[in-house]
Nanobody, 121 residues
Framework: QVQLAESGGGLVQAGGSLRLSCAVS????????MAWFRQAPGKEREFVGG???????AYADSVKGRYTISRDNGKNSVYLQMNGLKPEDTAVYYC???????????????WGQGTQVTVSS
């Protein structure tokens, strides 16, 4: 059974940082593309970034230069380091797994439960 569990969300002031973790069981993260998505109230779930099986990274333009994705194969986990946070980054953040990295949420079968990130102005 595949399980993804996000943690690390919270309340932070604008300009601050948070590091989200996604602990995975039931699949090996190095054998999958791992993605981060976010969903703000009343909005669709949007692609934030991801790491391919090769280790190559991809980011949405809105977070490029501020967010960094990494992977720890030994811990079978992926991480999302978020710096320079803005109020518009407020959302529930999800990690997801797929064989090939995709930017559409409907292409993913494996999801975590999400973690809330709130950025105050």
């Amino acid at each position: 059974q595949v399980q993804l569990a996000e943690s690390g969300g919270g309340l932070v002031q604008a300009g601050g940082s948070l590091r989200l973790s996604c602990a995975v069981s039931g699949l090996t993260v190095s054998n999958y593309a791992m993605a981060w998505f976010r969903q703000a109230p009343g909005k669709e779930r949007e692609f934030v970034g991801g790491i391919r099986r090769s280790g190559n990274l991809a980011y949405a333009d809105s977070v490029k230069g501020r967010y960094t994705i990494s992977r720890d194969n030994g811990k079978n986990s992926v991480y999302l380091q978020m710096n320079g946070l803005k109020p518009e980054d407020t959302a529930v953040y999800y990690c997801a797994a797929r064989w090939v990295l995709a930017v559409k949420s409907e292409d993913y079968a494996h999801w975590g439960q999400g973690t809330q990130v709130t950025v105050s102005s």
